[in-house]
């Protein structure tokens, strides 16, 4: 078991060096600008999404989960961010071309920018990492499926939450006082 430890972690350095991090800045700025966020991914990844909604959360800014019936609608100056591995999602990608109709802004975290939803998008977010269903050029991975993606997708949403901590000049105790407390 340490071995595949020890694989893995040398998978995820071969996609922090592969990961365009002006990129990744742009993207810093699509949230901090955004009235409302709004986020939406399925699965394992969508897993990932979901904690990434929740730590924004804990930022203070306007965010929801799409599935969750307290979301408000979408519109004009508001940002939908999915998670779309393979770029293929049926749902995913119908859920886009509406955010699209209602003019908010649609960025896009994918293993694959060259499938038919990173074609209507406003911003591709490329995590390099073996996908599940993917044809794109990324690191390859032993692990099945689309681990390795979902795995970095985590971690590249935990920096991109520490670097917005930073950017709002929030206090570790200001973001524990958004932590729920009705546990």
């Given at each position: ?33 955004a009235n409302r ?51 293929e999602i049926g ?27 990173a074609k209507i ?63």
């Amino acid at each position: 078991m340490k071995n595949n430890y020890l694989k893995n972690i040398e998978e995820y350095k071969q996609v922090v060096e592969e990961i365009n991090w002006e990129d990744v800045e742009l993207f810093k700025q699509l949230i901090l600008d955004a009235n409302r966020i709004i986020l939406i991914g399925v699965g394992r990844e969508g897993l990932m999404t979901k904690a990434f909604t929740m730590r924004l959360m804990h930022l203070g800014l306007d965010v929801h989960w799409i599935w969750d019936e307290t979301t408000p609608s979408i519109r004009k100056g508001d940002l939908l961010i999915a998670t779309s591995g393979c770029g293929e999602i049926g749902h995913i990608h119908y859920v886009v071309e509406k955010a699209k109709e209602s003019e908010a802004k649609v960025a896009l975290v994918t293993g694959d920018p060259y499938k038919k939803t990173a074609k209507i998008v406003d911003f591709i977010l490329f995590n390099p990492a073996a996908v599940y269903l993917g044809d794109a050029k990324v690191v390859d991975s032993y692990q099945p499926m689309g681990n390795l993606f979902e795995q970095t997708l985590l971690i590249l949403f935990d920096i991109i939450i520490i670097d917005l901590q930073e950017a709002l000049d929030l206090t570790p105790s200001e973001l524990e006082a958004q932590h729920r407390n009705l546990e």
